[in-house]
């Protein structure tokens, strides 16, 4: 089990890796070397907000406000999901 | 049902190289600089490739860097939203040859390695000085920012050393290893029995790789490829026969895999005449095996049919002469007695290898007594195989 990211944690995706919509496929995914993720709904809307500058509480803070959602469920959330994709080297936390 | 799109492209776009590995992936009829695509060409399979779904391109050969359009053609795919991977040998990349690649928007590279000690890895690519080479091009590609991909080729030669090679790759600050076993088509099954390693062996790699994973997770990405013949299951072989990937040769053949100019079932497409949509939804090469349905016993009523796809179908037409046969890797298959004479023949192999050269290759029946022979006429035919392969290079 991946440790979630702390609050202060600042998630960013690495030069090598793309987070682009499919046109195709009608779908947002994250390219990587020989690899490839499709994350679902939710995940691509915390993704959205991924830009390197960003917390993880404030990317939370802005999902809860937009969703009307109770902060600490979303931040729990937040944190395990960026958590996942960075233990497959999909992003970088600084 | 529909049919999805492909995911992958892998384009061969030369088969000219430096190195001359005896276990290449190449076909051994190679495609001579004459033959190959124009750029022309190359740029609208790209822009097709997108159009049709691929979401990656994975610029191989021979040799990516022997074309001096490589950096038009990156960026091409750039352009088009592909994720672009270049698969190279590394010893033509110096700063002035990656910088191009760089500015074309090229992300990620993956270096092949033959061995982490000077003099194997001279014998194993036969080219001299190249592991100095392939370290420094590892080094140029970290300074350039991209992300590096150390691909380790075992054989029974090396495989002692993957701890080293793992610690190596950490050292170099990369982001993936392949530790990859040699799989047998083409210029590895003419020397099969010189570089299949035994039980033992391949148990050592393997927990060396289990090892490291342990300890760099998160840090490191270790992918594993195991040499089939000692499976008991067929690997799913490109995800499916027309599932994901397209392969294009360096003369324009659009193929299901990068071996698949053996099978003679039907007839191999080219993009000269065709288009990468027509050819992937539409050719028989890519609809004869494609899902379940051309699937014989012992495959059809298997659970594990949609898991493995029956397997590779170049290696059952070149171990069984049936290219809808099982996967004879497959413990279920009634040719698995093939694959155990296979590694029997191997453990007491030493044939001299057989050189991926430009009309280098031994005809066709000469690699199957080659490789089905006993050890008293394959010292015979062998040294006599190596010796007209090496003639055959100099005129």
Known sequence: MTEPLGPKAIPGFPRHVRFQFDAVRERWVVLAPERMFVPDEQAVEILKLVDGLRSVESIAAELAARYQAPEDIVLADVAVMLADLAARGALQVA | ?395
């Open chain 2, 1 to 395: 049902m529909t049919l999805s799109p492909p995911l992958g492209l892998l384009a061969e776009i030369t088969h000219r190289c430096p190195l001359q590995c005896p276990y290449c992936s190449n076909p051994l009829e190679l495609v001579a600089r004459s033959g190959e695509l124009p750029t022309e060409t190359w740029l609208d399979i790209i822009d097709q490739a997108a159009a049709l779904g691929i979401l990656q391109i994975h610029f191989s050969g021979g040799e990516p860097m022997a074309r001096s359009d490589l950096a038009q053609l990156i960026a091409r795919a750039d352009q088009c939203g592909l994720y672009a991977n270049l698969i190279t040998s590394g010893v033509q990349l110096t700063p002035e040859t990656l910088a191009p690649l760089v500015a074309a928007g090229l992300p990620h590279v993956q270096l092949s390695f033959q061995d982490i000690e000077t003099a194997a890895a001279d014998t194993m690519s036969g080219y001299r000085g190249s592991l100095e080479k392939k370290l420094a091009a590892a080094r140029h590609v970290t300074a350039a920012g991209l992300s590096l991909t150390a691909n380790f080729v075992i054989q029974r030669e090396n495989c002692a050393r993957v701890p080293e090679m793992i610690q190596l790759g950490l050292a170099l600050g990369v982001h993936r290893i392949e530790i990859a076993h040699v799989q047998y088509h083409g210029w590895s099954m003419v020397n099969r029995s010189r570089l299949l390693p035994s039980r033992e062996q391949l148990d050592a790699v393997t927990a060396a790789v289990e090892q490291a994973r342990a300890a760099h997770a998160g840090r490191l990405v270790i992918d594993y490829v195991i040499p089939d013949y000692y499976a008991d299951y067929p690997k799913a072989c490109m995800a499916g026969w027309g599932r994901r990937f397209i392969n294009v040769s360096p003369a324009g053949n659009v193929l299901p895999c990068h071996a698949a100019e053996t099978i003679t079932a039907a007839p191999i497409p080219n993009i000269t005449t065709a288009s990468l949509a027509e050819i992937w939804n539409e050719s028989a090469l890519f609809n004869l095996y494609r899902g379940t349905g051309w699937m014989a016993e012992p495959c059809r009523s298997c659970e594990r049919r949609e898991l493995d796809w029956g397997g590779c179908r170049c290696q059952a037409l070149a171990l069984t002469g049936d290219a809808a046969a099982t996967d004879p890797v497959c413990s279920r298959s009634v040719d698995r007695p093939k694959i155990d004479a296979a590694l029997a023949e191997a453990a007491s192999g030493d044939a001299d290898l057989v050189y991926r050269r430009y009309g280098g290759a031994p005809s066709l029946s000469a690699v199957i007594a080659r490789s089905g022979a006993t050890k008293q006429s394959r010292a015979r035919d062998g040294s006599g195989l190596l010796r007209s392969a090496r003639n055959d290079d100099k005129k």
